[in-house]
């Protein structure tokens, strides 16, 4: 496994700004991924993030909306722009190791936007 | 498209019960399937995976693709088996290779 963590653990933003949330991984990886989970729902992929060409989006995320870097590979950032209260969520990274596609997340950076 | 269903959203049983927690997909390829669980306080982490066959805390899940179930069992429950729970399926191609489908989790609630 890997050991991932999450910076900041929680937030609470105003609308219309943006907010940036690291992901570290102890160890290199091949494949890192952005998820959000909506208050009372299950989680959702926002995008790959891939290192060193752009990430790739699941419909109904855009670029826009959540630029991620990835540097390397024990690194990326999701940066969620321009909030509104329906951007209130849970925001976790996971790391897929390559053994069997086994993922680990992070410990979620939960965002209030007032 | 891929598709996970658990279809109880909360579950309780009694200590030393035998439980059940009930996952269905729908995949077009040969499905690769998760059990997540998350605790109270502590991130989501990683409980079964079908390729392993293997039990942890007790947990067994048989993979039946006739019936495309993926159903997590125990058949003696602890108190600390008390979390919420997630069926999950893996793209195993194409452009959201590794993506992870996850159901809407059922919440098992284990009492004394």
């Known amino acids: 496994s890997a050991v991932i963590s999450q910076k900041p653990s929680r937030d609470i933003c105003q609308r219309g700004t943006s907010l940036t949330i690291q992901c570290q991984v102890d160890?290199?990886?091949?494949?890192m991924f952005w998820y959000r989970q909506q208050p009372g729902q299950s989680l959702t992929l926002i995008a790959t993030?891939?290192?060193?060409?752009?990430?790739?989006?699941e419909s109904g995320f855009v670029i826009d909306k959540f630029p991620i870097s990835r540097p390397n590979l024990t690194f990326s950032t999701l940066t969620v722009s321009n909030m509104s209260p329906e951007d209130s969520s849970i925001y976790l990274c996971?790391?897929?190791?390559?053994?069997?596609?086994?993922?680990?997340f992070g410990p979620g950076t939960r965002l209030t936007v007032t | 498209a891929q598709r996970v269903t658990q279809p109880e959203k909360l579950l309780s049983v009694f200590k030393g019960a035998p439980v059940e927690l009930k996952c269905n997909y729908s995949?077009?390829?040969?499905?690769?399937l998760f059990w997540y669980v998350q605790y109270s306080r502590q991130r989501l982490q990683l409980l079964l995976r079908?390729?392993s066959r293997e039990s942890i805390k007790g947990f067994t899940a048989d993979l039946n693709k006739g019936e495309t179930s993926f159903h997590l069992k125990k058949p003696f429950a602890q108190e600390e088996d008390s979390a919420m729970y997630y069926c999950?399926?893996?793209?195993?191609?194409?452009?959201?290779?590794?993506?992870?489908?996850f159901g809407q989790g059922t919440i098992l609630t284990v009492h004394p």
């Open positions: 079908h390729i």
């Open positions: 160890s290199q990886v091949t494949m």
């Open positions: 993030a891939n290192q060193g060409s752009e990430a790739t989006y």
């Open positions: 999950a399926l893996v793209n195993a191609g194409g452009t959201s290779y590794g993506k992870l489908t």
């Open positions: 996971s790391v897929m190791t390559g053994i069997s596609y086994e993922q680990y």
């Open positions: 995949y077009s390829g040969s499905p690769e």
